[in-house]
């Protein structure tokens, strides 16, 4: 008993711990030269350019969402007034439906003919292999395919990455970037078929890509507009018309500029929340 009196802190040593943590939380804010504040000089250019552009644009068209205008004469306020006539315009509904189907064109299509590719070429390796990913590929940006070819040349396993980990004593990190082979081998040796190899092994490494590519092409289809605009117009009658063609026939035919911007902020608040269900059921996919 006496043994544990001793260990407890007295009553002075109990109001010294009081005195030095209060001591702590009166201290003032960082120094100029502090780490914590150092990553914000860093981030700071990106978001200023990012607030100005983006971010100031974006509150602007919502601000003119809130008025009936045409342009050119006095602003009168309305509310939500552009809103409700948004949501009854039969002509804006089915401008999202046909957004509908470009989704199933630009994303989901696209994506499900890549994965079927990937995992036909995975399970039976063919000759010229790169020559028919560099293939599949060619039709998107060149410039995005030297980028590409370029690091997938960093990320090799012989690659510049690995070579210099292991120079500086890092071997332990060097590591096959973009995938290792040996999961197919281990999975065909297990016996499985090119189903279950491709939901085991081809899928679960793609996943990241996959939303990625699901997000970006939905985006696109959604806010499509040069190809309608080039071609049809949004006719005949409407049955092409999306929601990015309507936003400018209000705005620059019909010179109803606050019902295109009411029409260009339901367009925007969709496009975050079908971004944001992508994200969440890949992730909830990913901790399952």
Known sequence: MQSADAARPSGSGRSGVRRRLRRRSRRGPPAPGDPRNIGWLYVLPGLAFYGLFTLAPLLHTVYYSLFSWDGLTAKTYVGLQNYSSA????????????????????????????LLLTAALTRHPVRGFRFFRTALF???????????????????????LNWA?????????????????TLYDAARVDGAGATREFFAVTLPGLRGEVLVALVLTTINALRSFDIVYNTTA??????????????????FLYNKVGYAAAVATILAVTIFILAGLVLRVGDRSERA
């Open 234 to 251: 949004g006719g005949p009658g409407g049955s092409t018309l999306v929601p990015s063609m309507y936003m400018y026939q209000n705005a």
């Open 87 to 114: 949501l009854t315009d039969a002509a804006l509904r089915s401008s999202f439906v046909h957004s509908a189907v470009l989704i199933a064109f630009y994303a989901v299509i696209p994506v499900l003919v890549g």
């Open 138 to 160: 060619l039709p998107q940006l060149i410039a995005g395919v030297v980028i590409a070819q370029a690091w997938t040349w960093i990320y090799d396993d012989n690659g510049p």
């Open 165 to 181: 980990l292991r120079k500086v004593g890092l071997g332990s990190l060097a590591r096959p970037w973009l995938g290792d082979l």
